[in-house]
């Protein structure tokens, strides 16, 4: 509905992306071993043709995220490519897309006192 649902520092798309890359590469690496390793595969050639497959779609799936990725951190979303180099965002941004992180920062900013030295 044009609104972004409240996030933290990490937003619902970028944690599922996040366990779908650790997922996805450990079954990456054991389909890649027996690829390695052919006549380990379980269930000799059928096995085999079996890891080959798995081991093509998530290289594909993972072509394809990587676009995705490139596309909406440079051009797909306005202030992303800033924020990249920068390291920072812009606050009314950063409102808009993370509301709850924001809200946690700023509770943090408040509860410092102004006079206070940090510990050394």
Do not use: C
């Amino acid at each position: 509905k044009g609104q972004h649902p409240p996030a933290e520092r990490f937003n619902a798309g970028q944690k599922v992306v996040f366990w779908i890359v650790i997922a996805g590469g450990a079954v990456m690496s054991v389909s890649g071993w027996f690829l390695l390793f052919p006549y380990t595969a379980p269930d000799g050639v059928a096995g085999l043709q079996l890891m080959t497959t798995v081991h093509a779609v998530l290289a594909v799936a993972f072509v394809a995220a990587m676009l995705a990725h490139a596309y909406i951190g440079s051009v797909g979303m306005e202030g992303a490519f800033d924020a990249m180099g920068t390291g920072e965002v812009d606050l009314n941004w950063a409102k808009e897309h993370h509301a709850l992180w924001v809200e946690q920062e700023q509770a943090k900013a408040r509860s410092v006192p102004r006079n206070s030295v940090p510990a050394e």
